[in-house]
């Protein structure tokens, strides 16, 4: 699990934002953002929060890509 690649991939893919993520998993939105760019890794306690949504049932559908 390599949380920083993950983290941009649910990104990309659903078009979530970091407050959206935060405000539904009760994470701190400026921690998402230090995992997002690698400055720091998440606890156990807090990856039992992320998990569900990053590769769990809770895990929304992919967006579709918008053409260039």
């Known amino acids: 699990m390599n949380i920083k690649a993950d983290l941009e991939t649910f990104f990309r893919e659903t078009g979530w934002t970091q407050r959206h993520l935060a405000t539904v998993t009760g994470v701190n939105e400026v921690q998402i953002s230090d995992y997002k760019h690698g400055r720091r890794k998440p606890s156990s306690a807090v ?16 967006q579709p890509e918008e053409a260039a």
């Open 47 to 62: 990856l039992e929060r992320l998990w569900p949504y990053l590769y769990g049932p809770k895990r929304p559908a992919p």
